[in-house]
Structures are given as C-alpha cells and as structure tokens.
C-alpha cells in the first residue's frame, strides 16, 4: 500500500507542475496576442511582406532602406523594399513576386554599400526563406529574438508604444526627419562614419551577394521584365567622402557593368542631390525624406521608362 506521505507529495507536484503549464500557457497565449494585435499591425517587415504576397501589379521597385525611404510606392508601382535587406533578400523577394505573374517594368536598386561586410555577416534574413509564411512562421523567424524587447516596451508605454510614428504608403516609408536641422560638422561626422559602415568588402565581386545581383537580373531578363537599375542618392557630405572612396567607386562599376551585360539599363544617380542647397531633401545623410523622394521617384521613372511616366509617377497620392 502506498506510503500517505508518497501520494500526497504527488499529487502536490502535480498540482506545482499543472500550475506551472497554465502560467507558461498564459504568457504564450499573452505574447501571440501581443505580437499579433500591437506588434505586426506596426511592423513595417511585416508590412513589407504583405506587399510581396498580395499585391498583383506588374511593375515594382525593390531595395533596402534606400527605396523604403526614397521611393513613392503606389498601387500601380508598389515599392517592394524593407529596411536591412540583402541582395540575396531582394532575389527572394523578385523570385517570389514575379512566381504567378508576368513582370513589366522593374527597378532594382544597385547600390555599392550592398556589398558591404556588414551586410555579409547579415546573410539573407530568416523570415524570407518561405515567403508564404503564416503567423506561427513569422513568429519564430522574425519575432523571436525580440520578445522580451517588446514586452519591455508594452510595461513602458501599452499597446500604443508600437504605433509607428511614419506613415507608410504602397512600401514607401514617408520620413520626415531633417538632415539639414543638424550642424554642418555633426553633418559632416555621421556621413563619415558613415561611409566606413558603408565601405565594400574586399573582392566583393565574388561574393554571394555579386552571384545574388546577376541572378536576379537574368531571372527578370528571362521573364521579359523592362528591367532598370538605379544607385540611389546621397547627401553632400556623404558623396563628399565616398566619391573619393576606391571601392564604392569599384562597386558602381561593377553595378553598372553587370546591368550592362544583361541589356538592363542603368541610371547612376549617387550625386543627383549632391550640392549644399539639397540637404532639405534627406532624413539623414544618405535616405530622402517626404520632399526628396517624390522628385526623386519622378527623375527615376522617367530616366528608366520615359518622360511622360516619370511625371504621372511624381504626382504624390
């Protein structure tokens, strides 16, 4: 016969360890909720994505930070860009896009900071390897590591501590920050730095993210995309201090050369708002704000595809 003192342990421990599954289940069923209702709806990744699933038109642009700032999605020409994105991130996202449908005219974002040692350690971001994810997918690649941040900023501010202080229309982030607000030395020191960040690795033409770039332009040559290839401005003080850069030199050369040998053209723009009196147009040293990018859209559109759709494309919904 079972010893009182036995069972009643027992079921004392089962009692600690049922108390313990509810405790972890409520946290669990709390943090989906948290992630699912105040978290995703701010998410400008998760924004993104959505973008790449749903949308149906045949002309896109895709990019970093670069085009999420810079260039003004719209439903006939969303802007299929996130910020922290990888060459090899943009492939999968142009695979994906273009997987059920016919492309037309497409911009690709060739920057020489894309091959940056930074952005190689950055690898191709874990959410993107099935861009058909469902929430639970999402929640484990994407939001995971970030938990115990977000609950922290929940504890500090309530649900409305993720409200996203930019608006963001068809991809495009409207940034209203003001380089120019800042003094022309500090200006001048964070372009700098900058730069370093931005400085292309050594043999970068070998690296993944060169085989990435090719790819991607011969996928959209073999599907009969309009295909253009656009580096993106900079401010003064940044163009200052890269222009005398031999590598971001050798990267826009490399750029222009593979969009060469594909028969996509290429539109060097790194210098367009490179003069003093443009620093109205950035939010920092090297991303436009709500005033630079619709003019820069406009000459973008227009320089790959025409006059007449570069003006259509300025007009700011």
Known sequence: MPNSCT?????????????????????????????KYAVEPNDRVIQSLALVQQET???????????????????????IAAEG??????????????????????????????FASYKLERATHAYLNNLDNRFWQ?????????????????????????????????????????WASLDSTVRLGQASARVEHHKPAADFEHNEFALSFQRTLTFLRERGA??????TPVSYEYYRIASGNPSTLAAIRFIRQVADEHGDRYVNFFDLYARPEFAGYFRDMDHLNHRGAPLFTEKAIAACFGREAGVIAGRVP
């Not at 342990?9 to 709390?30: C, K, M, N, S």
């Open 57 to 79: 038109a045949r002309d896109a642009a895709f990019g970093d930070s670069h085009f999420a700032w810079g260039f003004v999605g719209r439903p006939e020409f969303p802007t």
């Open 226 to 231: 309009q295909v253009c290839v656009i580096t």
């Open 7 to 35: 069972s009643s342990f027992r079921r004392y421990l089962l009692r600690v360890l049922l108390l313990q599954a509810g405790a972890l289940g409520l946290v669990l069923a709390a943090t989906l909720a948290l992630v």
């Open 138 to 178: 999402r929640f484990v690649d994407h939001h995971r590591p970030y938990l115990g941040k977000y609950w922290e900023r929940f504890l500090e501010g309530g649900p409305h501590a993720f409200d996203q202080r930019d608006e963001v229309r068809w991809g495009w982030i409207v940034g209203r920050e003001e």
């Open 85 to 114: 994105e990888t060459m090899a991130d943009m492939e999968l996202r142009v695979r994906y896009y273009f997987r059920d449908k016919q492309p037309g005219r497409v911009i690709i974002q060739g920057d020489p900071h894309a």
